[in-house]
């Protein structure tokens, strides 16, 4: 997100992936959380965050029988990715998406490229419960760390596997953790031990700490650029998730990120939920 879209206030946008017979609440669960998000929280006009649902037709028929209708075509999705700061990719039905090699698997690569072409720009993937699939059999866990549903670690280890061997790539941690947030490219506390809202556990080297506007417009802001370059995925924030539920504590983290912590616990709040924390690795020391 540019410094200007911060000053203006001006909604991040947001793509949310959809396939059929996906999970409906892999969907709705961060969909409900970012469109109570608000950058003023007094103030109804300020929402922090516009959505955008891409899907292989008009109508798309979700896992529970619920109908739901897309707002653009992926087929514009790929025309429009440069605009988006966040896409979303609901899980369900995976195996039959990597068997078919089907959207959003397409997706979800394409982006990646627009980051590497464009790493100026702070862009973010989420992947919810088994969508986490996607993005390994694209090669885009390569060198991270990842969750997923407690069912699916072998299989997600298993393609994760076959990708770096594909690609000659590095491995992927898979962990059983919450959320896991790769490339973290805003900060999180300079003590780590009292964050308020996430906890790290990274490799050697891994830090975060907590930001400010006045710093990403500091000489840091160009120096943290030519890191990125050279940052997997070009410095692109991949967060996984575990379960349906665990979308919703990823999506916290985002808006804590994004927006504000304090958004993200009045969200919560609206919400009646306990936000349950995830892990960062690999976030970039500055």
């Known amino acids: 997100m540019s410094a200007i879209r911060e000053e203006a206030n001006e909604p991040i946008q947001v793509l949310i992936t959809m396939h059929e017979n996906m999970n409906l609440l892999d969907f709705a669960g ?119 549903h407690p069912d699916y670690y072998i299989k997600l280890e298993k393609e994760c596997q076959d990708a770096a061997a594909r690609d000659m790539g590095e491995r992927t941690d898979v962990m059983e953790e919450r959320y896991v947030v790769n490339n973290a490219r805003f900060d999180l506390g300079e003590d780590l031990e009292e964050n308020p809202y996430v906890f790290k556990k990274g490799r050697k080297g891994s830090n975060a700490r907590k930001g400010s506007l006045a710093r990403r417009e500091s000489n840091a802001r160009y120096e943290n650029l030519v890191r990125r370059k050279s940052m997997k995925l070009g410095g692109m924030r991949v967060l996984t998730s575990g379960g349906a539920i665990s979308g919703i504590d990823a999506s916290l983290y985002l808006v804590s990120a994004l927006v504000s912590l304090e958004t993200a616990q009045e969200v919560a709040r609206l919400m009646q939920y306990s936000w349950v924390k995830g892990v960062v690795v690999d976030a970039i020391d500055v």
């Open 30 to 148: 961060p969909l409900e959380v970012l469109t109570h998000a608000q950058h003023d929280p007094n103030n109804p006009e300020t929402k922090a965050f516009d959505v955008t649902f891409a899907g292989p037709s008009e109508h798309v028929l979700t896992a529970q029988g619920v109908t739901l209708t897309a707002h653009i075509s992926y087929k514009e999705a790929h025309k429009r990715l440069k605009e988006f700061d966040l896409v979303v990719v609901p899980g369900g039905k995976a195996m039959d998406i990597l068997k078919e090699q089907a959207e959003p698997t397409k997706l979800v690569k394409a982006y990646s490229e627009v980051q590497a072409a464009d790493p100026a720009k702070e862009r973010t993937l989420l992947a919810v419960d088994t969508a986490a699939l996607f993005l390994a059999q694209q090669g885009l866990l390569e060198g991270l760390g990842a969750t997923i």
